[in-house]
Each structure stands twice: as structure tokens, then as C-alpha cells.
């Protein structure tokens, strides 16, 4: 019987190409165009930069000091840029002028980024990627604050060591564009929620045919449940580690050296995802193909706004409605893995594991509950 | 022996009534044929007897014990061919077959032995490593028949299996049917298509509405019935006169007269014809061809129903 299921899963080309092939091909996409641009800019003249901070604090000065940080890694072969701090007319009339290619206005709330009129790819990426960095670091900083603020000068320390990687100190190690490769890897991960349904299609007469010849043979369910989850665990698994070596070998992001910690997310973010194809397979009608279907309108609404396709995504959700970063599946693994493999500590990284264990625990509670209320099918 | 037995039983489908006191009663060995028009409850009545379906009133007996959902000793006899073809797009021929004898045979070597009786009984040999997609509709039915009788089921459920297959194909899956029951199987076979009915089943129930309207062969149904045959003779210049004295023969109905056609329907009487023709003859009229059709189940429906069971 498992080996059965192994095959039907092998087999199934559509979840092959979304859950294996989408991904790497994506992560390749990426790879090819970040790396032009990384390359393209270690040629390319210094970029001036004008920063303006509006009032005084912790927001400011983690700003200064990043930048600062960037500036002073400057080298033939990193970012090249100079930081000038002024004030804001000044910046506008330096832009206006193309004396600065952008500038940051830092306050308490935000940072924004202003551009010139025809900026190119290239600065424009490099302009939002510093803000976007410094954004997630704010969050770090301001989740530990309201955490525990003990633990303050740590984080900060910690996230000083981060900054670093923006400016390209180690090329080959580590990726500025790590949020893209981390989101893509938990959207392929995140997709092992059609696993869930296809142990509801396994079982559940209403679903499929297949699953009606279960329901009226002399065999128990529970086996064929047992059977079909352990399937496909091994080859969410499986599918995963391959991803994993990839963002290892291909990509060039050092993820073994925290192999512990990366495999236990993985562990738990697969767990986490077939429990909830399995709700939601309960929880909408129709067929398997069309349970699927809506299954992944959702799934895909989760990876869309955890940032997968736009990064600053999470940081306007985290303005107008912060709840939802909070609940979204996939902006929480992002998180999680962007710990593991950018932040020194990890302490409440545990707790965010635990969360997501004790969400997948309570879904499989309720999953078997209703399937075991279940003696006649609901055709 | 009685294989199955069904006291009225009621099924709702929230306000609709899809069963409606369903009795119905099948004996070892013997094929029963449920035929009904689309939506009459033929699907519904089977999902009942096997369980998969929970019902509102009515008892349920299967091999003289109540069926339930876990009872899987009697789970075990039974084989289920459903309306639609219920096989993993994933899995080849024989995987299928296999997999869903596995359900019921868990030792290696007999389930090897029945998979491939199975695969030779519906003729899928050549098939064996094609998955579903590649193989035409009948081929598709025929294996969804592998799957559902691989097991050797005593007691099997055939719902519509020659729905969009061709002739050919279709002989063979009748044949293939009989020789299961001569194999001693009992089956109970569901369908809207008369002829296949007429051709196979050792018994009859006729279902419309969630109801059974009528059971017996077919020769008992159609005896059953007012209507014996219907007669067509050609007879040229039949006036006003003669149609009045044949109505009140007593024993023919329906009459008319068009295009020098007389059509009546004969009664259960006897001579009814050799005296409709010696009439016809001493009133001195030239008669041509003689035409008499038997009754059809259709006939016994349109009777019992007052509309025709035929929808294509
Ligand atoms: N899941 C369901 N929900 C609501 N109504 C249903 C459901 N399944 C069947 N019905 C209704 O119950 C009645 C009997 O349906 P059933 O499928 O048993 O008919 P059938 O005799 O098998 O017809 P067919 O020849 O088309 O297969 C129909 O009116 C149908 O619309
Ligand atoms: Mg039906």
C-alpha cells in the first residue's frame, strides 16, 4: 500500500512541477538576475546616498549605523557607496540635481525611499533593499522590545552582524536576495498541502471514486490514512532536502552549517502545511481536482502576501493590518527560516516552532475527530 | 436464499425523497435487474444497501445479517463495479487492480493469482502497464469492472456499467456478467437500458420515483400488464362501421384506422387475432401484411407509470 501511494505521488505531474520544479526554477530565476545585478554593480561608479533623520532614537540610530556600516565596508569589490546625513530640502534639491542617486527619510514609523526620475534596476534595488533590511531588522528589534527587552543589546548586535552581508563582504557566501530564495523555499514547502488532500482523496468517499471502493472494502481506514500520510511525508521530505542542497550547491547560501535547526523548521513547517490541506480539504466541496483548487487559491494568497513576489509586502500589511503577518502561515516560516539562517539568536525562534506545532497539532485533532464521526460517506 | 433484503427503506436527500419505502429482495444466484429512468434512485438505493450512504427508515439485510458500516465480514463478499470509472489516474492496470484487491486479499501470492484471473476475465492483458488516461472508454469501464470483482466477491453491484460503451464492448461486458453468475454469483445489475435488462436479468424490479413499481421476469411483468401485443394490419377501405364493431369486440383497445393501417391493442384474451382477421375476411376486405409486436418492459412502465421509461 505505501508503496502504492509513493508511485501515485511520484506520479502526479501537476504536484511535481509546483511543489519540486517551481521552485528551483525560481530560485534559478532569481540567481541569474540578482547575480547580474550584484555583478553589474561591484562594477558600477559609487552611488552617493543622502540620508535624513527625522528626530532622535533607537529607529534613527540603527539606521545611521547600518549605513554607516555599508559605507565603511566600501572596497573594489563591495557595494560602493557614500553617505552623506542632511536635511530633507537639502536632499530634495541634491536629488533634484542628481548630486545623490537616493535618499532615506528615517522617522519614527517608517523609512522612505525617494528615487530620482529615471533611476536604473540596479539602484533601485540597491535603494530598497537597504530599506528593506533595515525594515526587517525593525521588526526583530521591536518584537524583542515588547518581548523582552533584556535581551535588546543581543538582537542589535546580532543584526549588526546581518548588516554586514548587505554589503557583499562575502560574495560567495551569503545572498542578499535571501528573503526571495527563503520565501520560495517555503512556498514549495507550503504546497504539501495538496498531500493533505490527497489523503482525504484516499479516504473519503465524497472526494473520489478511488475513495468510495475504500469506504465499502472490509479494509480500515486508519491504515490507509497511516499509510498515505508516511507516503508523503517521505517525499515532502525528501522534495525539501533536495530544495535545501540546491539553495546549498547552486544558489551558494550556507544552509548546512545550521542543518539542526534548519531541519527541525522544515520538519514542522511540512507537518504544519499537510494538516492544513486536510482542513481545508474538509472544509471546502466538489471533487479532489476542485478541493485542490481552492485549497491553493488560499495557500498562494499566504505566499503572495508574505512577500514572495513583492518584498515590502509584509512591511504595508504590517502598517494597516499587522495581524495578519502575525497569522499568515507563510510569512511566519519566512520568519523562521530567515532566523535560523541570518540571526545568531534563536530563542524565540523555539516558541515560534512551538506555535506552529501546537496550530498543526490542533488541526489534525480536529481533522480526526470529523473523520472519525464519519461512518457513512456524505455523497 | 435471500442475498439481500430491503424493508421499506427511506432515503432524504434534505428535502428530497430520492427512496420512498424501497422493498426490494434478491436471491442467491440469480441476476437481479434494477431498471429505472435517470434519478429514479438506482445509485442511491445500492450506496444505501452497502453502507455508504446513511438513510432515514428502513431495514437492511445483507447474507441474513443487518449491514452496517463496519460490518466488514460482509463487507468482505461484496464486489461494487460504480456508475463511474473509480481508478487512480496514477496507478497502471494491474497497480489498480492490485491495489484495490489489496483491500480485501492480503496474501501476496492469492492476490497475484486474482489480479491476473481479473485482468484476463475482462480481456486487459495487453493493457496491463497503461495508466487509465491512455486507454479508450470501454477499455476504462472494463477495468473499473477488474477493480471491483478481482477479489471474487459472492455478492457484486454492476451500477450502469455499459454507460457509453459500444456494442462490441458492451457484449463482452454482458457476457462477462453472466459468466460471473454462473461462477455463483449473485448480482444485482442497474440500468435504463431495457434490452440489457431483458438480456441478462433472471429478475426484474422496475424503480421509479424511490419506489419499486413492479418485480417478476420479464415474462411475469409482461403478463402483468392489460396490454398482450400490439397488431398492425394492412386493409384497404375499413369504414366507420367495421372500426365500431371491432372496439366492441371486447378484447382489442385502442383502436385506429390511418393510411389504410388498422392498429389495435390486443388484450390477454384468447383467438384474439384469428378473430379480428376472420372478421376482417367475411366482410369481404383485402388484407396485406400482418404485423404483431409483444409487449416491452416499456410497456409495462408506460402502463404502471403512465409515461415512457425510454429516454434516448
Ligand atoms: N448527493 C445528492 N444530493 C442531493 N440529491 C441527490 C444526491 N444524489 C442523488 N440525488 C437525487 O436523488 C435522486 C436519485 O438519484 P440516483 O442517483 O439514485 O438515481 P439513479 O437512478 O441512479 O439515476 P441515473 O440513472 O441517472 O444514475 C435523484 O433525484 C437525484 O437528483
Ligand atoms: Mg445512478
Redesign the pocket.
Known sequence: MLTYFLKMIIRNKTALFWGFFFPIALMLLFKITFGNIVSTENSLDERNVAVVLQGEGLYQDNFKAMMDEIAEGTGTDELNIKVEYTDLDTATEKLDSKKVDFYYVVSDEEVEVHLGEKYGIATGMIAREIADTYKVNMDIIDECMTSDPSKMEEVARSLQERISYISLEDKEGIDIYMWYYISTLVMGILFDYSSGIRVLAAIRADVSGSAMRVAISSSSKTKMVLSCLLAQLILSLSKTAVHILFMQFVIGIDILSKAGLVAIGIASATVFSICLGILLGMFFKGDAQARENKSLGIVMLSVFISGEMIVTLPGYIEKFAPIVNRINPATLFNKIFYRILLCENTGDLMTNIAIITAASVLMLVVSIIILRRETYA?? | MEVIKVRSLVKK??E?V??EHLDLTVYEGEILGLL????????????CILSLLSYDKGEIEVFGKKMSPKAYDLKKMIGVVP?EVAVYEELTVQENIDFFCGLYIKDKETRKKYVDEAIEFVGLNDFRKFRPKKLSGGLKRRLNIACGIAHKPKLIFF??PTVAVDPQSRNKILDGIEQLRDQGATIVY?S?YIEEVERLASRIAI?DK?HVIASGTADELKKSIKKNETIRIEVAGLTEKNIAFIESMGSLYSVSYENGVLRAEAGTGKHVVTDLITYLQGEDLSIGNIYSEQPTLNDVFLEITGKELRDE
Open positions: 456524505s455523497l | 436527500y434534505k428530497l430520492a427512496l429505472g429512468p435517470n434519478g429514479s434512485g438506482k445509485s442511491t438505493s445500492i450506496n456508475q451500477d450502469e442497474t435504463h424503480i424511490g
